[in-house]
């Protein structure tokens, strides 16, 4: 069974550029999530969907961060434009559905630098 | 707010040692409480989760036990191996609310274990 994939790996942009990651997660999950981790610090929920609707984003700052998944499978994440302090790793991760019965599986994620 | 302190680190131990991390917890209800574990260069996986009070959470000679009354759910394991180093990261789930699903991590646990 294949993972949860991100793309982008890696990206480097200056500040107030903006840029976009991409997630798949894998295929029968309903819920996916997008958490963002700073180095040293443990992964933040920034937005939870539940097929294609919102069910979760009090974290996500919305001045800047959008997010959307469309069809209920694949989704995107995009800063615009991107601060230093946004230099981090964003993790997707899928479950079957909500709640902890349901294991959630995380992609690698994408290494965000901001110069 | 939930919250989840973690021991400082890195740890750093020699093959066949024991090892215990320290985790607690700022909760309101009933959590579920997990241990993540991430390989160098891989996601983040489950390793062991338990969802009420008094339960054990087992895998790969890891386990920790929920202590509702100190608010902990230690990780400990008898004998490591060079294979277990990695960054281990404690999180909470919130069982209510809006945001069924959601995780609270804690800063993360770099172990090393040398031959």
């Known amino acids: 069974e294949a993972g949860v994939a991100q793309s982008p790996r890696y990206k480097i942009i200056e500040k107030r550029q903006s840029v976009a990651f991409w997630c798949n997660p894998i295929s029968g999950h309903a819920t996916l999530y997008w958490y963002q981790q700073i180095l040293g610090q443990g992964p933040k929920l920034l937005i939870q969907?539940?097929?294609?609707?919102?069910?979760?984003d009090s974290q996500l700052p919305k001045d800047r961060f959008s997010a959307e998944r469309l069809k209920g499978v694949d989704s995107t994440l995009k800063i615009q434009p991107a601060k230093l302090e946004d230099s981090a790793v964003y993790l997707c991760?899928?479950?079957?559905?909500?709640?902890?019965?349901?294991?959630?599986?995380f992609g690698p994620g994408t290494r965000l630098t901001v110069t | 707010g939930n919250s989840v302190t973690q021991m400082e680190g890195p740890v750093t131990l020699s093959e066949e040692a024991f090892l215990t991390i320290n985790c607690t917890y700022t909760?309101?209800?009933?959590?579920?409480l997990f241990w993540y574990v991430q390989y160098p260069g891989e996601g983040l996986q489950l390793l062991l989760k338990?969802?009420?009070?008094?339960d054990k959470g087992s895998n790969k000679g890891f386990e920790a036990t929920y202590r509702k009354e100190t608010t902990s759910f230690h990780l400990e394991k008898g004998s490591v191996q060079v294979s277990d180093s990695a960054v281990y990261f404690c999180?909470?789930?919130?069982?209510?609310?809006?945001?069924?699903?959601?995780?609270?991590f804690g800063q993360g646990t770099i172990l090393t274990v040398h031959p």
């Open positions: 338990a969802t009420k009070a008094d």
């Open positions: 991760a899928s479950s079957l559905a909500p709640g902890f019965t349901y294991e959630q599986y």
């Open positions: 969907f539940q097929n294609n609707g919102v069910v979760d």
């Open positions: 999180a909470l789930g919130d069982a209510g609310g809006t945001s069924y699903g959601k995780l609270t």
């Open positions: 909760a309101t209800g009933y959590p579920s």
